[in-house]
């Protein structure tokens, strides 16, 4: 603290951090201001650190520095909410920052295990090129199979290639066809970043995750929270089976409306994919059109 005495110079930079008003009464000698007196040992009267002011019992032992710079103490605050929240912000900050910029886009789920080499792998790679074709960056989760495809098909296409990574227990990285890349640790800020800067979304054949991408999205299509938004299913004998359960048994049992069907498209030619994307190309969700 600015009043300890002992051996520490402080001098003006110290002084400059922490303004500290002495007792009046008389003018302190060199030797005091560079030691610290008697009086300050015990304590200033009045203090100011920053734009807060204390008197009395209100006075604060150290200055706001010494307190950030101490490394003793109790490191489980870093465990705490407030501290999540703020990493959560810095999330979205780097996200938005890094992406804010991207010409019209569109998203491409499918599943990490796709073999490179199947047919669904094959597809991924010229849904990827076509895309970029129709002006389109392409953004995918990152991963390897499906997700690798896509990037790859836009990277050889000379495109955008964006990957948006997780964390997750079994490490997974990069695939090595992303130009840009993000690895987030909140899985909801992740998926703002694919709705946000994406103009659609092309869905290949996949697990829980891609369920999880595709079901969001129709969701904030139908509760209105997007709109114009096209989502595209690829692999009608893959989605066949969803498409009759929702007809047959979630809509049957008014579950969800008849129009809910709508908001999406299933086929199996990949024109025709890039197509019912491409009608929402001069859209502007915060981009523009692609020039």
Partial sequence: MAGETGNSEWGNEAESISKIITRPGRDRTREERLMGSPEEAAGPEEQRLGPVFRR????????????????????????????????????????????????NAISVFGSARTPADS???DAGVRIGKALV??????????GPGAMEAANRGAHEAGGISVGLGIELPFEQGLNPYVDMGVNFRYFFVRKTMFVKYAQGFVVLPGGLGTMDELFEALTLVQTRKVTRF???????????????????????????????LLLFHVTDDVEEAVSLVSKEAGTDRGHGPTP
């Fill in 133 to 142: 074709q129709a002006g389109f960056a392409v953004i995918t989760g990152g």
């Fill in 56 to 103: 009395g019992d209100r006075v604060q032992a150290g200055t706001t520095d010494q307190r950030l710079l101490d490394t003793a103490g109790d490191s489980a605050w870093v465990h705490t909410d407030p501290w999540r929240v703020m990493r959560i912000q810095s999330e979205f900050v780097e996200g938005f920052g890094a992406l804010a910029e991207l010409p």
């Fill in 119 to 121: 047919p669904e792998y």
């Fill in 230 to 260: 096209p989502i595209v299913l690829f692999g009608t004998e893959y989605w066949g089976g969803l498409v009759d359960w929702l007809r047959g048994t979630v809509v049957a049992q008014g579950k969800a409306a008849e129009k809910d």
